[in-house]
């Protein structure tokens, strides 16, 4: 794959990260893709438990990472193109260091995407952008990128994922967030699960919503990751309800609760 220079927008991305945002305060799976790799500095410097993290470039990366949740790290996986360019100053292999003995780290080159967007590559490659509804130039969208990883790391909530196009450089503090850009429009974060929890997540055939706090005559959409609503449920009242979701493709999908007035999100994968 040649590296390609897209319209200027897409050039825009060497320079420019999206605003920083937490997916989810209560996650424990960091995200980090680009084009052009380089060294990525990941710096824990917020108190979490079992950490994943996922890393995906085009071109080779040093994964270093230090901080005071470093020990909390359990497996660090690295998926991507890993061309030999040197964009980022010098060829670059890619490599990971500063885990504990105890983290599982895997290297992976362009395995199969895991979520089917006509826009991404059918292989995880790389990625720059947060669109998942315009063709990526033979990266992948962003919501194959999170679908990847919630699939290698099952039972994980996304707490950041930060996008770019350019080079890495200096140190990426967790604690300021990422991008998050997957969600559908209109919604800039995940609502904690103390308000709505769904399960089981993954879901294969039923989905059930348990709201702490009973709802009335609430309406629950469930939408796909271009934001179009895919399931409509009206005059839900109590404190659950359960979603027939078998006859859903695989992915990542959103759930929107409107309860007198007030609105919540929240997310689960159908396998």
Same mark, same amino acid.
């Not at 897209?6 to 893709?33: E, H, W």
């Not at 315009?134 to 994922?161: A, K, R």
């Not at 450089?169 to 997957?182: D, I």
């Not at 609502?191 to 348990?210: G, Q, R, Y």
């Given at each position: 794959?040649?590296?390609?220079?897209?319209?200027? @927008?897409?050039?825009?991305?060497?320079?420019?990260?999206?605003?920083?945002?937490?997916?989810?305060?209560?996650?424990?799976?960091?995200?980090?893709?680009?084009?052009?790799?380089?060294?990525?500095?990941?710096?824990?410097?917020?108190?979490? =438990?079992?950490?994943?993290?996922?890393?995906?470039?085009?071109?080779?990366?040093?994964?270093?990472?230090?901080?005071?949740?470093?020990?909390?790290?359990?497996?660090?996986?690295?998926?991507?193109?890993?061309?030999?360019?040197?964009?980022?100053?010098?060829? !670059?292999?890619?490599?990971? $260091?500063?885990?504990?003995?105890?983290? *599982?780290?895997?290297?992976?080159?362009?395995?199969? =995407?895991?979520?089917?967007?006509?826009?991404?590559?059918? =292989?995880?490659?790389? @990625?720059?952008?947060?669109?998942?509804? $315009?063709?990526?130039?033979? +990266? &992948?969208?962003?919501?194959? *990128?999170?679908?990847?990883?919630?699939?290698?790391?099952?039972?994980?909530?996304?707490?950041?994922?930060?996008?770019?196009?350019? +080079?890495?450089?200096?140190?990426?503090?967790?604690?300021?967030?990422?991008?998050?850009?997957?969600?559908?429009?209109?919604?800039?974060?995940?609502?904690?699960?103390?308000?709505?929890?769904?399960?089981?997540?993954? @879901? =294969?055939? &039923?989905?059930?919503?348990?709201?702490?706090?009973?709802?009335?005559?609430?309406?629950?959409?469930?939408?796909?990751?271009?934001?179009?609503?895919?399931?409509? !449920?009206?005059?839900?009242?109590?404190?659950?309800?359960?979603?027939?979701?078998?006859?859903?493709?695989?992915?990542?999908?959103?759930?929107?609760?409107?309860?007198?007035?007030?609105?919540?999100?929240?997310?689960? !994968?159908?396998?």
């Amino acid at each position: 794959m040649k590296k390609i220079y897209y319209s200027l @927008a897409a050039l825009l991305f060497s320079s420019f990260t999206f605003a920083q945002t937490i997916c989810n305060p209560t996650g424990n799976l960091i995200i980090f893709s680009n084009y052009d790799g380089g060294t990525l500095n990941i710096n824990l410097d917020a108190p979490m =438990s079992n950490i994943k993290i996922g890393v995906l470039t085009y071109e080779g990366v040093n994964i270093n990472i230090t901080g005071i949740g470093a020990s909390a790290v359990t497996a660090v996986a690295y998926v991507g193109f890993n061309a030999n360019n040197a964009h980022c100053g010098s060829i !670059i292999n890619t490599n990971i $260091t500063g885990t504990p003995g105890t983290s *599982v780290n895997t290297i992976t080159f362009a395995p199969p =995407s895991s979520f089917p967007n006509p826009n991404g590559s059918t =292989s995880m490659v790389c @990625a720059y952008s947060c669109s998942t509804t $315009t063709n990526q130039g033979g +990266c &992948n969208t962003v919501d194959q *990128v999170e679908d990847y990883f919630m699939d290698l790391f099952p039972g994980s909530t996304i707490f950041m994922h930060k996008v770019q196009y350019g +080079c890495w450089t200096g140190t990426q503090n967790v604690s300021n967030g990422g991008t998050c850009c997957a969600l559908p429009t209109g919604i800039t974060a995940y609502e904690d699960e103390k308000i709505v929890s769904v399960f089981p997540n993954p @879901a =294969s055939d &039923n989905l059930t919503l348990s709201f702490v706090t009973p709802v009335n005559k609430a309406t629950v959409k469930v939408l796909n990751v271009a934001g179009q609503v895919v399931k409509e !449920i009206n005059a839900v009242s109590g404190n659950g309800v359960t979603v027939d979701v078998a006859a859903f493709p695989a992915g990542v999908y959103f759930v929107e609760t409107t309860n007198e007035g007030a609105v919540t999100h929240t997310r689960f !994968i159908k396998e």
